[in-house]
């Protein structure tokens, strides 16, 4: 245990980081497949069972992240656990309704008897708005520090509808990706129309950051610290007009490039989340607790560590399996 | 009503809602490998229309299980933090196994399993099947393990009124982590093997007389039938050991007042807190010792022993433990009742002519299961309070400070959604059987035992 120095400092770290990454790959992985449900309504009726096969086999496990990333939480920094969850309980709530109703949703639609399909449909819909809004509504209080002002509140409002777009974004360049013919052509259009919530909202959280504490504030806008971060806000531009480019000549003959929307999404995405990383750290709860202070007995994370070094590259070699084996264009759902 | 008891009855009310879902999958996972492996073994179509009737109704319950579970990973922050500050060493750890070693091995495979069978090799499907069974198993193992260390502690040191562990050995096989973890697992059993008697009763009520239904009748009433005695035994053990580390709960159970011996075992009664004593009485004389103690002069607890000098009450509130034991023993000695007669008519008759009665008689008990679980968990988390993790911390102290009109009214949201659920969920499980009566086909394509998977054409709209 003490191969790395004091494990009170590494071992916090360490669950940090795990969860950090947790919570990132939750976002890619379920935005997308929240952005999805977003995009439902703008779908024509036979192209809805489309967009639901895209995420299908995936959307399960894409909402476990969420479950370890919670977890994390809850198992290393019980304290930070419930000052944030008590905080954000009535967001809480409406995510957990959100997910409920999608997750049934997805099932019922395809099972329950075909005159209630657009009931289903709709209740798709609703419970990824709800789960989409309710996330992003929950990252702006805690960037604002978890207090409820009405300022704090208007910003949150604001980080939610950016979210959401921003999910119906990823969600669209999935459906780039998995899709062909004239559900491609409207996915397409639809990234287009989606991009300026990512935008917006990596300008926001960007802008609203440093103006929140002197701290954060100083850990950006001092020499020769610039110099290092330089390459966040230059590669986020860079990728903004990459994408910006494709959209604009998407699709090529032969469907080359139909990953790219994608994959520069979860860049963005990846370069914010690294960002506001950067911001918080050492903080689980912006400027009240450090994971120092928040995390657990060294006996008990040690324990966690060792299961996680088996089990998570396990974890990341099924995963990959099942993405590749349902790779390619997305078909129809069938059990047989 | 305060903060407490209704976050009390929030908790109660999802993790209600959560574990019928579990309940039905855990099972029915082996149950499916099952039917792919008898397929695999004997190549009879109705194994394969077993299967595929059976794994929609997996798949409902599955994502019923997986939303209404996320809920309760959420809830421990915002209605008990002080369950985690306070045992958070223990039950960190444990939670965290049970994510990292069972929730996506499901979650992944379950994908594959469902719509990957035209995707890969017939025995890489299987695997699946077999892997999220397992799954389903391995996140039972981890969170009984934590219940059980709530109901007997022990491999633990507490250090500034926190605690931490000592022991991982001692924490994991607690005292009580056998018996719970085997009573579960049978009543996952018995829950999916009468839904699976019930509903195949149904479709034969409808006049569905196709193979797969009368072998799943078979499969349902004999697997109850074999598990059910088992199942009474595990509950007697589980019992004796509740005695051994709870006695206020076995107390609360028996409607026992007074310590001492030739306790008679109270068949109904209700008790009277106020007073303390049971009002209309009706008991078999020496009962309760006899199967406490085994032998009519064993010395049985009471409530009595368990109120301190000031008065203080430190055994649970007796009614609703008293209660949802007399639920779940009735309905297990009913199971017992119905599926060895059933067994009996599966002789005489076969199951293609049973009598319509026993056919009621099994749709009648189609979800007898989720009472008889339900009302067990009720028996034994009622019967622990006022401890959250006895005699370390009592639920009063791990309760929230946020408001009790906002819990009241998240409680009434959740609730209106569950009930609304709950009948859908239902009415799809009846849809699907009406469905498979009228005889639509489960496939369109010829399903390969062996060998490289062939991919029919696909049809839209399945």
């Known amino acids: 245990m003490d191969y790395f120095g004091d494990p009170a400092v590494w071992l916090p770290w360490t669950f940090a980081a795990l969860m950090g990454l947790s919570i990132l790959i939750y976002v890619v992985l379920d935005g997308f497949d929240l952005g999805v449900g977003l995009l439902m309504p703008l779908a024509e009726e036979d192209q809805k069972d489309r967009l639901v096969a895209s995420i299908g086999p995936f959307w399960d496990a894409n909402e476990t992240w969420l479950v370890l990333a919670v977890g994390l939480l809850l198992v290393a920094f019980p304290p930070a656990h419930g000052v944030i969850l008590t905080a954000l309980y009535l967001p809480v709530f409406v995510m957990l309704i959100g997910l409920i109703l999608r997750g049934v949703s997805f099932e019922m639609r395809a099972k329950a008897p075909i005159a209630q399909k657009r009931m289903w449909n709709g209740a798709f819909f609703a419970g990824s708005l709800m789960a989409s809004l309710s996330q992003g509504f929950m990252l702006g209080m805690y960037i604002m520090g978890l207090t409820w002002t009405l300022p704090h509140v208007g910003f949150a409002l604001l980080t939610a509808v950016f979210l959401t777009v921003g999910y119906s974004f990823i969600g669209a360049a999935w459906l780039i990706w998995k899709t062909e013919g004239a559900l491609q052509e409207r996915a397409i259009g639809w990234a287009k129309g989606g991009i300026w919530g990512l935008v917006a909202g990596i300008a926001a959280i960007s802008l609203a950051t440093p103006f929140v504490s002197v701290r954060i504030f100083d850990k950006w806008f001092s020499w020769p610290e610039m110099l290092y971060l330089s390459p966040l806000p230059i590669l986020s531009a860079a990728l903004v007009g990459f994408l910006w480019w494709k959209l604009s000549r998407l699709p090529f003959r032969d469907d080359q490039w139909a990953w790219t929307p994608f994959a520069a999404a979860t860049g963005l995405f990846t370069l914010a989340y690294g960002g506001m990383a950067y911001s918080f750290y050492p903080y689980v709860v912006p400027e009240k607790i450090t994971i120092y202070e928040a995390a657990s007995a060294p006996e008990s994370l040690f324990i966690i560590l060792l299961g996680t070094l088996f089990v998570l590259p396990a974890i990341l070699g099924y995963t990959v399996l099942s993405y590749y084996i349902f790779r390619g264009k997305a078909t129809a759902l069938r059990y047989d | 009503m305060d903060t407490l008891l209704l976050s009390r009855i929030q908790f109660g009310a999802n993790i209600s809602f959560h574990i019928l879902f579990p309940t039905i999958t855990i099972a029915l996972g082996w149950v499916l490998l099952f039917f792919r492996l008898r397929f695999t073994a004997t190549g009879e179509s109705k194994w394969m229309d077993a299967y ?72 890489v499907h299987t695997l699946a099947t077999f892997l999220v069974a397992f799954g389903t198993t391995m996140s039972t193992f981890w969170i009984i393990v934590l219940n059980s260390w709530m109901h007997t502690p022990q491999g633990y040191e507490i250090i500034d009124g926190v605690v931490h562990a000592t022991s991982w050995w001692e924490i994991v096989f607690n005292p009580s982590m056998p018996y719970r973890f085997i009573h579960m697992m049978l009543a996952s059993g018995l829950t999916v093997a009468f839904l699976i008697a019930g509903i195949s009763a149904l479709r034969m009520l409808w006049g569905d007389r196709g193979e797969d239904v009368k072998t799943a009748l078979r499969v349902g009433i004999i697997t109850g039938a074999s598990l059910i005695p088992l199942q009474i035994l595990a509950g007697d053990f589980h019992g004796l050991n509740t005695l051994e580390y709870q006695p206020a709960k076995v107390a609360a159970m028996e409607g026992n007042w007074d310590t001492g011996p030739n306790i008679p075992l109270v068949l109904f009664a209700i008790p009277d807190e106020e007073a303390r004593e049971n009002r209309f009485e009706i008991a078999i004389p020496n009962g309760a010792s006899l199967i406490l103690k085994h032998k009519a002069s064993g010395v049985v607890p009471g409530l009595n022993d368990f109120v301190s000098e000031d008065g203080e009450v430190l055994h649970p509130r007796v009614a609703p433990v008293f209660y949802s034991f007399r639920v779940m023993v009735g309905i297990g000695m009913a199971m017992l009742l119905l599926s060895w007669a059933g067994v009996w008519m599966l002789r ?75 009948v859908a969920y239902i009415g799809v499980i009846t849809y699907l059987a009406r469905k498979a009566t009228r005889g639509e086909p489960y496939s369109t394509r010829g399903y390969p035992r062996r060998g490289e998977a062939n991919v029919a054409a696909l049809q839209p709209g399945e």
């Open chain 2, 348 to 422: 005489r008759y076969g199951a293609g002519h049973m009598p319509t009665l026993p056919l009621y008689a099994f749709c009648a008990m189609s979800f007898s299961g989720w009472i008889a679980t339900l009302a067990g968990w009720y028996t034994t988390e009622i019967g622990r309070q006022p401890w959250l993790v006895q005699g370390v911390l009592s639920t009063k102290d791990a309760v929230s400070d946020v408001p009790a009109g906002m819990v009241l009214g998240t409680l009434i949201g959740y609730l209106v959604v569950y009930a609304v659920l709950i």
């Open chain 2, 52 to 123: 595929m009737f059976w794994v929609k109704v997996f798949a409902l319950s599955f994502a019923m299980g997986v939303v209404s579970g996320i809920t309760m990973s959420f809830q421990f922050g915002t209605n008990w933090p002080g369950f985690m500050e306070i045992v958070g060493n223990v039950a960190g750890p444990l939670l965290a196994y049970e994510v990292m070693t069972a929730f996506f091995l499901e979650a992944v495979f379950l994908g594959i399993m469902l719509f990957g069978a035209s995707r890969v090799k017939p025995w």
